[in-house]
């Protein structure tokens, strides 16, 4: 009780005497849940016995401070004493006809004036069916109050100014850097309204929470004569709505007869009109626990102040020089340190979620990175693998290759060794020892040795080149060992080894030597079935050069004297 103005104190001892005595801290409870209103005060406590639910506030805190008093309540001190059924039944004529009024004054657009001796102008009636809301129902309900009061939102307002100053449209300086927002409409030249929210009651009180900021919620109702001029000297107070404005405070604001606003109404326990209420968060009540725990605790959406009743004359609850001065001297004084250290923390939050952000994105960077290190080491030591397993099999193969192919030209060699040792046995022809007709062929051999020969006129190059491919048969091969039959088919004659030769395919590569005849220097190719009478310049004999197209072992010529030139004279014989 010491802490209690006297107005408090006064309502304290009234609603005492209703109650017929009680509990004062109860009684002080129930008068500031309803904003000292004795009448309410006692309404709760005669339906409920006890003070009202906290339901009723949802998440809602109430932290009113003391109001002054007002002719609102003095009248509420007036009329306490009566029964509110009484009160009811008293006014009901009164509402009645106040409407059939208030319809006409509506249908004529004649602003309703208002009369501070009627005592029903806090009268409200049974709970209307309230229309649904929607996004759509607020733009027109902002849409209504503008052409209501002839003016536009703040914002829009503002816009529209800067968009004609730059266009110039509007005649003003030609300043270009634009006035500010208090500049321009401090002169009244243009009426304004606080930017509404267009959401629900619910999102912005979430908004209202998570920014951090100062709501203010606007409850109107048509069926009260103090909203009209309410609209009109508050709501377009230019220097009331500069204030929100510069302060960032959101506003919501609607009509009861929508749902939403009906419950925001049933919420904060408005029951006169216009009603005006701030809220913002504000440390939780943990009661009489340590500091340290209700620093701890978290902050709670907290109605500050709520404000109700006719907004005339200039002191009247909701007139904008009231608001304005509670805002100035309570409100934000209060509660913008707590705010501000709010938003100070969600800064800090923000800040932290971005360096872990940043952190976070960094270190999958650096991972990524890390990974792509390895996976390209892990394909290059990939294509190193199998670039050496291709390399290997490749030698592999080159390898086989290389002995398959040894392994053919020994087969080759063997197969061509068979065939001369059956040429020494079957083709080469013993030496012609008639002089008269015989063909001396002197053969000289890259070793320097030097065979002599008489040859047949009738003898072939096939014979010819068989003589000279025998010499160099290697020595170890003795003649007893040769074969009488030719390694394929059974024909011993020359055709046999000419058929071998042209399925060798290269003449060059059989023989592997070739015949050249000394002077005049020329190359006596071999061909099937030519004689030897036939070839210009060795009709009559010759000396022939053997030139060896590869390595050729041969036998030992010992036994051949390299001086004789191959020719023998008469006295010889």
Same mark, same amino acid.
């Given at each position: 009780?010491? @802490?209690?103005?006297?107005?408090?104190?006064?309502?304290?001892?009234?609603?005492?005497?209703?109650?017929?005595?009680?509990?004062?801290?109860?009684?002080?409870?129930?008068?500031?849940?309803?904003?000292?209103?004795?009448?309410?005060?006692?309404?709760?406590?005669?339906?409920?016995?006890?003070?009202?639910?906290?339901?009723?506030?949802?998440?809602?805190?109430?932290?009113?401070?003391?109001?002054?008093?007002?002719?609102?309540?003095?009248?509420?001190? @007036?009329?306490?004493?009566?029964?509110?059924?009484?009160?009811?039944?008293?006014?009901?004529?009164?509402?009645?006809?106040?409407?059939?009024?208030?319809?006409?004054?509506?249908?004529?657009?004649?602003?309703?004036?208002?009369?501070?001796?009627?005592?029903?102008?806090?009268?409200?009636?049974?709970?209307?069916?309230?229309?649904?809301?929607?996004?759509?129902?607020?733009?027109?309900?902002?849409?209504?109050?503008?052409? =209501?009061?002839?003016?536009?939102?703040?914002?829009?307002?503002?816009?529209?100014?800067?968009?004609?100053?730059?266009?110039?449209?509007?005649?003003?300086?030609?300043?270009?850097?634009?006035?500010?927002?208090?500049?321009?409409?401090?002169?009244?030249?243009?009426?304004?309204?606080?930017?509404?929210?267009?959401?629900?009651?619910?999102?912005?009180?979430?908004?209202?929470?998570?920014?951090?900021?100062?709501?203010?919620?606007?409850?109107?109702?048509?069926?009260?004569?103090?909203?009209?001029?309410?609209?009109?000297?508050?709501?377009?107070?230019?220097?009331?709505?500069?204030?929100?404005?510069?302060?960032?405070?959101?506003?919501?604001?609607?009509?009861?007869?929508?749902?939403?606003?009906?419950?925001?109404?049933?919420?904060?326990?408005?029951?006169?009109?216009?009603?005006?209420?701030?809220?913002?968060?504000?440390?939780?009540?943990?009661?009489?626990?340590?500091?340290?725990?209700?620093?701890?605790?978290?902050?709670?959406?907290?109605?500050?102040?709520?404000?109700?009743?006719?907004?005339?004359?200039?002191?009247?609850?909701?007139?904008?020089?009231?608001?304005?001065?509670?805002?100035?001297?309570?409100?934000?004084?209060?509660?913008?340190?707590?705010?501000?250290?709010?938003?100070?923390?969600?800064?800090?939050?923000?800040?932290?979620?971005?360096?872990?952000?940043?952190?976070?994105?960094?270190?999958?960077?650096?991972?990524?990175?890390?990974?792509?290190?390895?996976?390209?080491?892990?394909?290059?030591?990939?294509?190193?693998? !199998?670039?050496?397993?291709?390399?290997?099999?490749?030698?592999?193969?080159?390898?086989?290759?290389?002995?398959?192919?040894?392994?053919?030209?020994?087969?080759?060699?063997?197969?061509?060794?068979?065939?001369?040792?059956?040429?020494?046995?079957?083709?080469?022809?013993? !030496?012609?020892?008639?002089?008269?007709?015989?063909?001396?062929?002197?053969?000289?051999?890259?070793?320097?040795?030097?065979?002599?020969?008489?040859?047949?006129?009738?003898?072939?190059?096939?014979?010819?080149?068989?003589?000279?491919?025998?010499?160099?048969?290697?020595?170890?091969?003795?003649?007893?060992?040769?074969?009488?039959?030719?390694?394929?088919?059974?024909?011993?004659?020359?055709?046999?080894?000419?058929?071998?030769?042209?399925?060798?395919?290269?003449?060059?590569?059989?023989?592997?030597?070739?015949?050249?005849?000394?002077?005049?220097?020329?190359?006596?190719?071999?061909?099937?079935?030519?004689?030897?009478?036939?070839?210009?310049?060795?009709? !009559?004999?010759?000396?022939?050069?053997?030139?060896?197209?590869?390595?050729?072992?041969?036998?030992?010529?010992?036994?051949?004297?390299? =001086? =004789?030139?191959?020719?023998?004279?008469?006295?010889? !014989?």
């Amino acid at each position: 009780m010491d @802490t209690l103005t006297d107005y408090q104190r006064g309502c304290v001892t009234q609603l005492r005497d209703l109650t017929a005595g009680g509990d004062d801290d109860v009684s002080i409870d129930v008068l500031r849940s309803v904003n000292w209103d004795v009448q309410r005060a006692a309404d709760l406590i005669f339906s409920s016995s006890g003070p009202p639910k906290s339901g009723a506030f949802e998440r809602f805190e109430v932290d009113d401070g003391p109001a002054p008093p007002s002719h609102r309540h003095q009248r509420h001190r @007036t009329w306490a004493m009566i029964p509110r059924p009484l009160w009811n039944v008293i006014v009901f004529p009164l509402q009645l006809l106040s409407n059939i009024c208030r319809f006409i004054f509506n249908v004529l657009r004649i602003p309703l004036p208002y009369l501070r001796f009627l005592p029903f102008n806090s009268y409200r009636p049974l709970r209307p069916q309230p229309r649904p809301s929607t996004r759509n129902g607020k733009e027109r309900w902002i849409r209504e109050l503008e052409e =209501e009061t002839g003016a536009t939102c703040i914002s829009r307002s503002r816009n529209n100014h800067s968009q004609s100053l730059a266009t110039g449209t509007e005649p003003g300086p030609s300043s270009a850097t634009l006035r500010t927002t208090t500049s321009q409409f401090a002169d009244g030249s243009r009426r304004v309204l606080p930017d509404f929210a267009l959401g629900t009651y619910e999102e912005t009180l979430r908004l209202v929470q998570r920014e951090a900021k100062i709501g203010c919620v606007v409850l109107l109702s048509e069926e009260h004569d103090d909203v009209a001029e309410f609209k009109r000297s508050t709501l377009t107070n230019s220097n009331f709505v500069q204030y929100l404005y510069r302060n960032n405070i959101i506003v919501w604001g609607g009509d009861t007869r929508d749902a939403d606003a009906w419950n925001a109404s049933e919420k904060l326990q408005a029951t006169t009109y216009p009603f005006v209420a701030f809220v913002a968060l504000q440390p939780r009540r943990v009661g009489s626990g340590s500091a340290s725990n209700r620093s701890q605790a978290p902050p709670v959406l907290t109605v500050l102040s709520r404000h109700q009743g006719p907004s005339i004359p200039a002191g009247g609850p909701t007139s904008a020089q009231t608001l304005l001065d509670h805002l100035e001297r309570q409100v934000m004084p209060r509660v913008t340190p707590f705010l501000e250290r709010i938003r100070q923390q969600q800064r800090e939050r923000e800040r932290d979620r971005q360096l872990r952000e940043e952190q976070d994105r960094a270190f999958q960077d650096a991972a990524r990175r890390d990974k792509e290190r390895i996976e390209a080491r892990i394909a290059e030591e990939r294509e190193e693998r !199998e670039a050496r397993v291709r390399a290997d099999e490749e030698a592999r193969a080159e390898k086989e290759r290389l002995v398959q192919q040894r392994n053919g030209v020994l087969r080759r060699e063997a197969q061509r060794m068979e065939w001369r040792l059956w040429a020494r046995r079957a083709l080469v022809a013993p !030496e012609a020892l008639d002089n008269r007709g015989a063909i001396r062929m002197a053969v000289r051999f890259p070793n320097g040795a030097r065979v002599m020969r008489r040859f047949s006129p009738d003898t072939t190059l096939t014979g010819l080149y068989a003589f000279v491919d025998v010499q160099l048969i290697p020595s170890n091969l003795l003649p007893k060992d040769d074969p009488v039959n030719p390694p394929t088919g059974q024909v011993v004659t020359e055709a046999a080894i000419e058929n071998q030769i042209s399925s060798w395919g290269n003449t060059d590569s059989w023989w592997g030597f070739k015949l050249v005849l000394a002077y005049p220097r020329k190359e006596i190719s071999w061909q099937s079935g030519v004689r030897l009478a036939q070839i210009d310049g060795l009709q !009559e004999g010759g000396q022939l050069v053997v030139e060896l197209l590869g390595k050729v072992q041969t036998q030992s010529t010992e036994n051949h004297e390299d =001086e =004789e030139d191959g020719y023998d004279t008469e006295d010889s !014989e």
